[in-house]
């Protein structure tokens, strides 16, 4: 049905309900939404393990600083954060815990895609990015967004159910998607390809071992729901 890059047939467009837009129904975070609280200089913290091109994860507990009541993300040990927002307007819960294997060293991003529930998930190096990115999701009515210093780096709006967009047509979202893939490989450093793939499989938590949801990070084989902070 294609051909050297061309499609040989004819997709007639098609205009989709304002039903299925609007989905994202929840009001701005701000960075202290997202911290993980902890006591002492430093705390043992529960970590996802990102397994490169797979749906599962592992577990660790790493070790990380903390400064003002606040667990710190640490890029030397590549041990990050990584959120997971409500956005339906249901509960606002917020689901926090700490993740390896992306190996970013500057900023964040986030999105609406994040199995099987679709709330917004967002990993990164500081709080601040993450919040930024975040927002520029919620404000777009779901999406893709990362931040760096402070600032939105690239974004692509997706409000069809916050994910899908009926602004672009296949080759443009194609060319959309490798533009932001390079922007977090060479702007932060993120050592796995396909990365919205892989950020949006870590709160499916159908599957092994630990994930995160809006109500926390899971222990999948246990049917529990744990402290990202191990007291």
């Known amino acids: 049905m294609a051909q050297r890059g061309q499609l040989l ?13 609007n989905s994202v129904k929840r009001s701005p975070i701000t960075e202290r939404d997202l911290e993980i609280r902890a006591s002492g200089s430093t705390a043992k913290v529960r970590c996802i393990q990102l397994i490169p091109d797979q749906n599962l994860t592992g577990k660790l507990e790493e070790t990380v600083r903390v400064v003002s009541g606040v667990a710190q993300p640490d890029v030397s040990t590549d ?28 900023g964040a991003f986030a999105e609406s895609v994040s199995h099987d529930t679709h ?12 919040v930024l990115a975040v927002n520029r999701v919620i404000e777009m009515g779901g999406g893709i967004a990362i931040a760096n210093r402070g600032r939105i780096l690239s974004d692509m709006r997706l409000p069809v159910g916050g994910l899908i967009t009926d602004e672009l047509n296949g080759h443009e979202v194609s060319e959309k998607i490798a533009e932001m893939e390079r922007i977090v490989r060479e702007d932060l450093g993120c050592k796995v390809h396909g990365p919205f793939m892989h950020l ?12 995160i949801t809006d109500k926390g990070l899971v222990d999948v084989n246990n049917f529990k729901i744990l402290p990202p902070v191990i007291e």
Do not use: H, Q
Not at 97 to 106: H, L, S, T
Not at 119 to 130: K, L, P, Y
């Open 200 to 211: 949006s499989f870590l709160s499916l938590s159908t599957s092994p071992e630990w994930k």
């Open 9 to 21: 047939i004819d997709l007639p467009k098609y205009t989709y309900p304002e039903s299925v837009k």
């Open 119 to 130: 709330n917004i998930i967002v990993m990164g190096t500081n709080i601040r990015d993450m």
């Open 79 to 106: 041990t990050l954060l990584i959120a997971c927002i409500e956005r339906y307007g249901r509960n606002g819960n917020i689901g926090k815990a700490f993740v390896k294997g992306f190996g970013m060293r500057e």
